[in-house]
């Protein structure tokens, strides 16, 4: 197992993750925060005039929430451009499917047709998928369990851009081989802030009584959510060179510049070149 997480310390930096975040899913859940504000701002007596965080959620939940219904949807849209194809294969015209919809292009197409038949089935599992209970993973359609573990593998090797994997947000003590649980993912895009104030309260603990009273005169208290029964707190260090790459990630989402397309004339005298012309 690595070791990407190391234990707290007295004090909010980059990296540093606390628990109590109001969750990007569901209302009244809570997940995690990890700070991307700079070093150089949160040293000597936090400089910075907010904490910019974003949101650690459980594999599970981003699973749940997030990548099963693009998986739905995308097994849908699928299964419609398979069922176009047949149509207008059969009819020379999809305009069943376009005007009435895909209940009456499935009507339409070939009973005996089995690419037809197909396409109908993938796109009752994806109707079904939509109908399970939460966290009922077992119910789950085959055809979408692939691709849920094909989008997890592509999360875990930093292959969507706007998530980041992260192993736990807690340190392991001890000589633990294995993993504990399925990790958690950063949400990129959800990028959120308290206040200086309030971030300087992290590193001691906010318990509920507190919250009440600062939420009086902070209006940014509302991004943290704290019950009778739990206690905001920091509960990690994302480690070097771990939290870096989680920044440059961060920042490959966000600091593209926006310049004009190359000609593509260019290619056309590279493809000259090759064929030997002037």
Same mark, same amino acid.
């Given at each position: %197992?690595?070791?990407?997480?190391?234990a707290?310390?007295?004090?909010?930096?980059q990296?540093?993750?606390?628990?109590?975040?109001?969750?990007?899913?569901?209302?009244?859940?809570?997940?995690?925060?990890?700070?991307?504000?700079a070093?150089?701002?949160? /040293?000597?007596?936090?400089? &910075?005039?907010?904490?910019?965080?974003?949101?650690v +959620?459980? %594999?599970?939940?981003?699973?749940?929430?997030?990548?099963?219904?693009?998986?739905? /949807?995308?097994?849908?849209?699928? &299964?419609?451009?398979?069922l176009?194809?047949?149509?207008?294969?059969?009819?020379?015209?999809s305009? +069943?499917?376009?005007?009435? #919809?895909?209940?009456?292009?499935?009507?339409? $197409?070939?009973?005996? =047709?089995? #690419? $037809?038949?197909?396409?109908?089935?993938?796109?009752?599992e $994806?109707? =079904?998928?939509?109908?399970?209970?939460?966290?009922?993973?077992?119910?789950?359609?085959?055809?979408?369990?692939?691709?849920?573990? /094909?989008?997890?593998?592509?999360?875990?090797?930093?292959?969507?851009?706007?998530?980041?994997?992260?192993?736990?947000?807690?340190?392991?003590?001890? /000589?633990?081989?294995?993993?504990?649980g399925?990790?958690f993912?950063?949400?990129?895009?959800?990028?959120? &802030?308290?206040?200086r104030e309030?971030?300087?309260?992290?590193?001691? #603990?906010?318990d509920?009584? %507190?919250i009440?009273?600062?939420?009086?005169?902070?209006?940014? &208290?509302?991004?943290l959510?704290?019950?009778? =029964?739990n206690?905001?707190?920091?509960t990690?260090?994302?480690?070097?060179?771990?939290?870096?790459?989680? %920044?440059?990630?961060?920042?490959?989402?966000?600091?593209?510049?926006?310049v004009?397309?190359?000609?593509?004339?260019?290619?056309?005298e590279?493809?000259?070149?090759? $064929?030997?012309?002037?």
């Amino acid at each position: %197992m690595r070791k990407s997480i190391e234990a707290p310390q007295n004090r909010i930096t980059q990296g540093s993750i606390f628990s109590c975040v109001k969750s990007p899913y569901t209302k009244g859940q809570v997940c995690y925060g990890i700070s991307i504000t700079a070093r150089c701002d949160t /040293a000597r007596n936090f400089k &910075a005039p907010s904490l910019t965080f974003l949101p650690v +959620v459980t %594999m599970e939940e981003w699973i749940w929430h997030d990548a099963l219904p693009r998986c739905v /949807a995308a097994q849908k849209k699928s &299964a419609e451009s398979g069922l176009r194809q047949h149509l207008i294969k059969k009819d020379g015209s999809s305009i +069943v499917l376009d005007v009435y #919809g895909i209940e009456a292009g499935f009507s339409a $197409a070939d009973p005996k =047709d089995k #690419g $037809a038949t197909k396409q109908k089935e993938i796109y009752r599992e $994806a109707e =079904d998928a939509e109908q399970v209970g939460l966290h009922k993973w077992s119910d789950l359609p085959p055809s979408i369990i692939k691709s849920l573990n /094909a989008e997890a593998e592509k999360l875990i090797k930093g292959g969507l851009q706007n998530y980041h994997f992260i192993d736990s947000v807690e340190p392991s003590f001890g /000589a633990e081989k294995k993993p504990q649980g399925c990790g958690f993912v950063v949400i990129l895009r959800d990028i959120r &802030a308290i206040s200086r104030e309030l971030a300087l309260q992290l590193p001691n #603990g906010i318990d509920s009584e %507190m919250i009440s009273e600062i939420q009086n005169t902070d209006p940014t &208290a509302f991004q943290l959510s704290i019950g009778e =029964d739990n206690f905001c707190i920091p509960t990690g260090e994302l480690r070097s060179p771990f939290i870096e790459q989680l %920044m440059q990630n961060f920042s490959l989402l966000f600091g593209r510049v926006g310049v004009s397309d190359v000609p593509k004339t260019y290619v056309t005298e590279i493809s000259k070149l090759f $064929a030997g012309k002037e």
